[in-house]
């Protein structure tokens, strides 16, 4: 019994100083959403980019069918350009793989910001309104549970983001 009393006084004791140097439950739920909207704004750039490789297909396999000394018109940072199917097929080629190679890149960097967001997550113990209703109430009776016994060491313990 004196054992499990003096663990809970160092418990408490570390969370008094852990709210000082911490950071507020605002700053989590701010730090949280603008890790969250990033995560977005690379999902959607990413479907954004999948979209022009579609269209660079469509084009390409459209070209590959055509005579290469005939017409073609392009369009360059907003200038309609005249050339033949032989000089543009390349080119688009080339964007294509390139734009691919994009896509890789940031679909690493939203599985890397991912783990981030559950570590984060997990740190400051965020749930989201709607998210685990059937647990929920076990996880509010266990965190109050373990904040009367003086183990809510951490200053953003149940932050709850809309």
């Known amino acids: 019994m004196a054992a499990n009393s003096s663990s809970t006084g160092s418990k408490s004791s570390s969370s008094a100083g852990g709210k000082q140097s911490g950071p507020s439950a605002e700053q989590v739920v701010s730090t949280f959403q603008r890790m969250r909207q ?6 959607s750039k990413s479907a954004e980019l999948e979209m022009e490789v579609n269209e660079h ?10 005579d290469p000394s005939r017409k073609c018109f392009r369009l360059v940072g ?25 896509i890789e890149s940031l679909n690493t960097q939203m599985q890397t910001k991912g783990r981030e967001l559950t570590e984060y997550r997990e740190r400051y113990n965020i749930r989201l309104m709607g998210e685990g209703e ?9 965190a109050s549970s373990r904040d009367s016994e ?4 951490k200053s953003g313990a149940g932050v709850l983001v809309s």
């Open 38 to 43: 990033e995560q977005r704004g690379m999902a």
């Open 57 to 66: 297909s469509l084009v390409i396999e459209t070209l590959k069918e055509v």
């Open 78 to 102: 907003g200038v309609l350009v005249e050339r033949t199917v032989k000089e543009v097929l390349p080119a688009l080629e080339t964007n294509k793989e390139q734009i691919s190679k994009i």
């Open 134 to 142: 059937g647990g929920e109430a076990q996880g509010q009776s266990a």
């Open 150 to 153: 003086g183990g809510g060491s």
